[in-house]
Nanobody
Framework: QVQLVESGGGLVQTGGSLRLSCAASGLPFSRYNMGWFRQVPGKEREFVAAINWNGASTYYADSVKGRYTISRDNAKNMVYLQMISLKPEDTGVYYC????????????????WGQGTQVTVSS
């Protein structure tokens, strides 16, 4: 079955960096566009970034532009999210997701989801 497994989350101070990874299996990875979302308790899942099937196009939420970089390695079935200059408001559970649609920023357009990885940015 389809599996998306995130890793790389943790606790970091304001201004710090983290790199999230998502390992995909059970799907034709190079056909899928990939996205990252984040969620905090009591709020809806929020779009963060997306990358198209071959990595040629990316799209970011305004709140992370210039600080986050999404990338992928189709040979390894991996997608990454490099985060720099982190702020306390970046705190949340980060989810990796796969969609056959482009460009989509709403969670309902993504067919497959990982279990999430916690990112906590302390002030």
């Amino acid at each position: 079955q389809v599996q998306l497994v995130e890793s790389g989350g943790g606790l970091v101070q304001t201004g710090g960096s983290l790199r999230l990874s998502c390992a995909a299996s059970g799907l034709p990875f190079s056909r899928y566009n990939m996205g990252w979302f984040r969620q905090v308790p009591g709020k809806e899942r929020e779009f963060v970034a997306a990358i198209n099937w071959n990595g040629a196009s990316t799209y970011y939420a305004d709140s992370v532009k210039g600080r986050y970089t999404i990338s992928r390695d189709n040979a390894k079935n991996m997608v990454y999210l490099q985060m720099i200059s982190l702020k306390p408001e970046d705190t949340g559970v980060y989810y990796c997701a796969a969609s056959l649609l482009w460009v989509v920023t709403t969670s309902r357009e993504y067919a497959h989801w990982g279990q999430g990885t916690q990112v906590t940015v302390s002030s």
